[in-house]
T-cell receptor
Framework: DTGVSQNPRHKITKRGQNVTFRCDPI?????LYWYRQTLGQGPEFLTY????????KSRLLSDRFSAERPKGSFSTLEIQRTEQGDSAMYLC????????????????FGPGTRLTVL | GNSVTQMEGPVTLSEEAFLTINCTYT??????LFWYVQYPGEGLQLLLK?????DKGSNKGFEATYRKETTSFHLEKGSVQVSDSAVYFC????????????FGRGTSLIVHP
């Protein structure tokens, strides 16, 4: 497996347009996370899936944002009516989650999709 | 709540110099601690991790020790190379819940030949 992949790598759009990003996780990983990263900041959590279920969404994820993972494999993140403030790097990560008390969930990141809203 | 504080960058060093990037944290519960590295235009790569107090994570010459008494996880390398130039992120996640990590703001490292 070659790791987490994201497409497209770059997207330039005009304000008000809709955009959709795709993430393909590492094949055996059951958790998939979306983050947003702006310049000079660490990744900010948006949402995550365990298999096909979306288990948590951040308050950062406004109504214009929607994410899906229909078959528990790849995921899409759609932004409707984009705004200039949506310009950022959108990162996807996946993990093979396990919880054994002192266990840990190590996430592996994709290269990101850089969105520029004009 | 959980938080991670990293030293502000950029950190500028000459090749073969000793590197320390400070990271301190606050957490509810018992966190696992991570260092990620991000090269320009790329996503984050896991560099090393430690899951309990006094554990030392190490990889590619980098080391960090989980210090519960000082709530720290400082990143060190004995001799940096130009290729180590990148942004380094400290992060924590708490087991028993969603494991959603909390990241620091990142520290930029610039290594000159």
């Amino acid at each position: 497996d070659t790791g987490v992949s994201q497409n497209p790598r770059h997207k330039i759009t005009k304000r008000g347009q809709n955009v959709t990003f795709r993430c393909d996780p590492i094949s055996e990983h059951n958790r998939l996370y979306w983050y947003r990263q702006t310049l000079g900041q660490g990744p900010e959590f948006l949402t995550y899936f365990q298999n096909e279920a979306q288990l948590e969404k951040s308050r950062l994820l406004s109504d214009r944002f929607s994410a899906e993972r229909p078959k528990g494999s790849f995921s899409t993140l759609e932004i409707q009516r984009t705004e200039q403030g949506d310009s950022a790097m959108y990162l996807c990560a996946s993990s093979l989650a396990w919880d054994l008390g002192s266990g840990t969930d190590t996430q592996y990141f994709g290269p990101g999709t850089r969105l520029t809203v004009l | 709540g959980n938080s991670v504080t990293q030293m502000e960058g950029p950190v500028t060093l000459s090749e073969e110099a000793f590197l320390t990037i400070n990271c301190t944290y606050t957490a509810t519960g018992y966190p696992s601690l991570f260092w990620y590295v991000q090269y320009p235009g790329e996503g984050l790569q896991l560099l090393l991790k430690a899951t309990k107090a006094d554990d030392k994570g190490s990889n590619k010459g980098f080391e960090a020790t989980y210090r519960k008494e000082t709530t720290s996880f400082h990143l060190e390398k004995g001799s940096v190379q130009v290729s180590d130039s990148a942004v380094y992120f400290c992060a924590l996640s708490v087991s028993g819940g969603s494991y959603i990590p909390t990241f620091g703001r990142g520290t930029s490292l610039i290594v000159h030949p």
